[in-house]
């Protein structure tokens, strides 16, 4: 049936997801508390939770419901985004329960399942529920077979069940194969939400809103101008308390395996036919596909561990020595891959990937390099400073589009020399926008999928990065690298060999 | 900030530009230009909005301000550009004597280049937006209609002039409630066959609400005068019970659905900045507001 009040043409009507709950398991952690949380209110207070929306959390620790209100208050307090308000947390405050227990145990399913069903019952969350597994990805496994032994997993006529997941999806093919089957036993394809919260929905849409909404880029987005294209995400900060999850997965799988191949996909991809989610899923698919590496590994790889020294003018351990870390570790904190794309669209323009913690600066951007102008009418010393014009979408911290080209230097000398052109939608454009996890608590509880990588997705970004975690394995070390520059020399000597350099973030 | 007295157009362009360049800030883009059209007493606050909207919506704010009198003509400016207080950059003029009957042309020198213009009374608006000489510069006219002494004649006022691009804050304070009662909707219900529209004698949006439900449903819609703040209800009735919102108190709403426990929402009355913020987000005509427009004088007088 549809809605009488809503018509497509009525732009400001937000949608609000309907009754529901959310199950939180591993409510206590450091994620719940700082993102998840906050989240929550933020959407509530923006008047986009549904009236008698629900908050379960679900973990070890010995909680009455008001202690965990009270940590989940404070966690608002702490990271909400948006003022806090007594009435938006009132509203929020009547629909939060506890359940404690262990992950494995039945009863405390058992409990959980007749929380939900009071839920129904009192605040009419009408069995529409989801789960947020905040779990190390081993226990998975554990929740989703409690869930469907429990019955918690079965949906009623006009009711969801949900379940939402976080990277890693798995730590290589084969375990995100079984990752993909054990989910599928229980939820059908399309209730599994696979989370990757360094890819906000914001960023999605202003990459496909510069290629296809514009007239002048796309015809130069290919290989007849472009020389490569250079993915960068570097972080500043090291591994932090999370050497328990980092120690054995490093860079590759935190990073590329996912958010660098979703940029990669987003940018080398063809237009969809239609924004609609399957459209736009089709032609990640099908140029993840496309995504070949190069024969010698040794030569299009480099990979480094931080070491401790001055960053930034503050004095930091480096990887080895950070508390929880195994001192013989050889976790890369630091990986950069080059690929290739096997298209007509592509063919000979390779992709640089790199990622890295302990770097100069945070910074999360894809720049298209362009080749060199075929002639120039100049002579050689007018235009010894001009470099490669660049197209740079940033995603953050400032979301926006730089243009590098060369321009002439004011005076009567004939110089040419690059130049940037910078827009942004504002400084502080983030500060409002809503935040990343924000965007996909809402469409999970809105059930909109569209930008959530299927599992076919994750299952080729396995297939294209497996070759290089296996010739790592086998290769030694990763070269230690100064915290706070740009990563090892390995990775600067991977570009020189192909005649480039790593632009400057 | 900069202040300029007895001032020409031109010399504002020149001490933007060379504000700008001296704070580094030549390459910030301006994304519109908003014209706040305030008397001396509302400017303060009306500019202090708009900046507050610039976070979101890096644009170029004129403020004019007309003090038409006896004395000489004569603009004075003061000019703060973006990097000091946000995004935004601000001009207030004030048009002193005969000049503050010809806004138009010192507006007109001071557009950001080929970027939209959006013109917002923030005092008393014209007549017809669209024929206002600043109405004419601007695809979008923001109006507010509950200024206005007799809030719901102006409305019709509004009505009778409407042109594709004209808005009103008005309609913009229903969003909230039109959001809620959509999603109420969007749950399994029984056929709705009327409605009520609860809200203060001369509040303006309640028949902009009331004629939005009566085009949606196509059921009758009566009206309620309550004593406020603002609107207070809407009741949809329905063969098994009331759909209701209620919000006595300006800030917290109860919302029944028949079949479903009551729950608390917050519904706060949104401060100006908000409303300006969902203005700006889309600069297209709104066409659910010209309907809601169009019928709205047939909700004008409250029910019995």
Redesign the interface.
């Known amino acids: 049936m549809t809605n009488p009040l809503r018509d497509p043409r009525d732009r400001r009507l937000p949608r609000i997801a309907g009754p529901c709950s959310l199950v939180i398991f591993g409510v206590t952690g450091d994620l719940a508390r700082r993102k998840l949380m906050p989240a929550i209110y933020d959407l509530a207070n923006r008047g986009l939770l549904p009236p008698g929306f629900a908050l379960v959390g679900f973990a070890r620790r010995e909680f009455a419901t008001q202690d965990f209100a009270q940590v989940v208050h404070d966690a608002v307090r702490e990271h909400a985004r948006t003022p806090f308000n007594e009435d938006t947390w009132q509203q929020l405050a009547a629909g939060i329960r506890y359940v404690m227990g262990d992950l494995g145990d039945p009863a405390a399913f058992a409990a959980l399942n007749q929380t939900v069903s009071q839920l129904d019952a009192e605040l009419g969350t009408g069995g529409n529920h989801a789960f947020y597994l905040s779990i190390p990805p081993g226990k998975f496994p554990t929740v989703v077979e409690q869930l469907k032994a429990s019955g918690l997993s079965q949906q009623g006529a006009d009711a969801w069940r949900r379940v939402v997941v976080e990277k890693p999806f798995g730590h290589d093919l084969a375990s995100a194969q079984e990752l993909n089957r054990t989910l599928g036993e229980v939820f059908p394809t399309g209730s599994v939400f696979r989370i990757d919260h360094y890819l906000g929905k914001e960023t999605v849409q202003n990459i496909l809103a510069l290629r296809f909404a514009n007239a002048m880029f796309e015809p130069v987005w290919n290989s007849n101008f472009v020389d490569h294209v250079q993915i960068t995400m570097a972080e500043d900060i090291g591994i932090g308390g999370r050497a328990g999850y980092y120690d054995g997965i490093g860079a590759a799988r935190d990073v590329i395996q996912n958010h660098l191949l979703q940029l990669l996909a987003l940018t080398a991809m063809e237009e969809p036919i239609s924004f609609d989610a399957t459209h736009v899923r089709f032609e990640k698919e099908k140029i993840l596909q496309a995504v070949v590496l190069p024969e010698d590994l040794a030569a299009s790889t480099a990979r480094g561990q931080y070491a401790g020294g001055w960053q930034g003018g503050e004095l930091v351990s480096g990887y080895l020595e950070e508390s929880g870390v195994d001192p013989a570790s050889t976790t890369e904190t630091y990986a950069a891959v080059k690929l290739l794309v096997d298209t007509r669209r592509w063919a000979g323009v390779p992709f640089y990937l790199r990622t890295g913690k302990r770097l100069a600066r945070r910074v999360t951007e894809i720049a298209v390099v362009f080749k060199r102008a075929p002639h120039l009418p100049f002579a050689a010393t007018d235009t010894r400073e001009l470099g490669n014009n660049a197209l740079v979408i940033r995603v953050q911290p400032d979301e926006g589009v730089t243009v590098r080209f060369g321009s002439k230097v004011p005076g009567t000398a004939m110089e040419v020399r690059d130049v940037s052109m910078d827009f942004g939608y504002g400084e502080s454009f983030t500060e409002t926008s809503p935040e990343a996890y924000e965007r996909l608590i809402l469409d999970v509880l809105l059930g909109d999928p569209p930008l959530f990588p299927r599992h076919e997705e994750v299952e080729q970004s396995w297939r294209i990065l497996d070759p290089v975690l296996d010739f790592w394995a086998k290769s030694g070390t990763p070269q230690a690298y100064g915290a706070g520059t740009w990563g090892p020399a390995t990775a600067d000597a991977m570009l020189a060999r192909d005649g480039r350099t790593w632009r400057r973030p | 900030m900069m202040r300029l007295e007895d001032t020409t157009v031109a010399a504002i362009s020149e001490a933007i530009r060379e504000e700008k360049s001296r704070k580094g800030a030549i390459?910030?883009?301006m994304?519109l230009t908003l014209i706040v059209v305030a008397d001396e007493a509302d400017q303060a606050d009306a500019l202090h909005a708009a900046s507050a909207a610039?976070?979101?919506?890096?644009m170029r704010i004129l403020g004019i301000i007309p003090r038409p009198g006896r004395t000489e003509a004569q603009l004075d400016a003061e000019i703060s550009v973006a990097g000091a207080d946000?995004?935004g950059e601000v001009i207030a003029l004030r048009l002193r004597g005969a000049m503050a009957a010809h806004t138009a042309s010192v507006a007109l020198p001071l557009l950001v280049p080929d970027a939209p213009v959006v013109v917002w009374w923030a005092s008393d608006a014209p007549k017809s937006p669209v024929k206002d000489p600043l109405g004419q510069l601007a695809r979008r006219r923001i109006t507010d209609a509950s200024l206005a002494g007799r809030s719901r004649a102006e409305l019709q006022v509004h009505a009778t002039q409407y042109a594709p691009g004209d808005t009103d804050l008005a309609w913009?304070r229903t969003?909230?409630w039109?959001?809620?009662?959509?999603?109420a909707?969007?749950?399994?219900h029984a056929r709705?066959t009327g409605a009520e529209v609860h809200a203060s004698r001369s509040n303006p949006s309640a028949p902009l609400l009331a004629a939005w439900?009566h085009s949606?449903?196509?059921v009758p819609v009566t009206m309620r005068a309550s004593r406020g703040p603002g609107l207070t209800a809407v009741h949809l009735h329905t063969d098994t019970g009331d759909i209701s919102i209620t919000r006595p108190d300006g800030?917290?709403a109860i919302?029944q659905?028949p079949?479903?426990?009551a729950?608390?929402?917050?519904?706060?009355r949104r401060e100006t900045r908000d409303l300006l913020?969902?203005e700006l987000r889309?600069l297209d005509p709104?066409?659910?507001y010209a309907q809601a427009l169009a019928l709205s004088p047939q909700f004008h007088a409250d029910g019995p």
Not at chain 2, 54 to 58: D, T
């Open positions: 390459a910030v883009g994304v610039a976070s979101e919506h890096p946000g995004p913009t969003t909230p039109r959001a809620l009662l959509a999603a909707l969007d749950r399994p709705v439900l949606c449903l196509g800030t917290k919302l659905v079949g479903y426990p729950s608390e929402v917050a519904l706060r913020l969902e889309r709104d066409e659910v």
